[in-house]
């Protein structure tokens, strides 16, 4: 992850893996993996590049942006998941 500046503006650019899981005609379990790409800006930017790394899971809520054929998500709210396991009741 590498933050930069654009008008006068901290911004973080980063990609994450979404996995869903699926079952085949013969029944074994299948991972599909897909890339979604974000963007963070000002203190949200920075928060995240200071304590997210390669692997950290975040809960987001964010906008779908569409330009030059690639659709990127600008990150709204955010929140860093330590617990993998977290229930699937919890609030965000």
């Known amino acids: ?9 901290k911004v973080l650019r980063f990609k994450m893996s979404i996995d ?32 997210c790394e390669l692997g950290d899971s975040l809960v987001v809520n964010c906008t779908a942006r569409s330009g030059n054929g690639k659709v990127t ?10 617990n993998l396991q977290t229930s699937a ?3 965000y």
Do not use: P
């Open 1 to 9: 992850m590498n933050i930069s500046e654009e008008f006068n503006t």
């Open 20 to 51: 869903k899981y699926r079952k085949n005609k013969s029944g074994q379990k299948i991972r599909d993996r897909n890339f979604l790409f974000f963007e963070a800006w000002d203190s949200g930017a920075q928060t995240i590049y200071d304590h």
């Open 73 to 82: 998500f600008r990150v709204n709210e955010f929140k860093i998941v330590n």
């Open 89 to 91: 009741d919890e609030e």
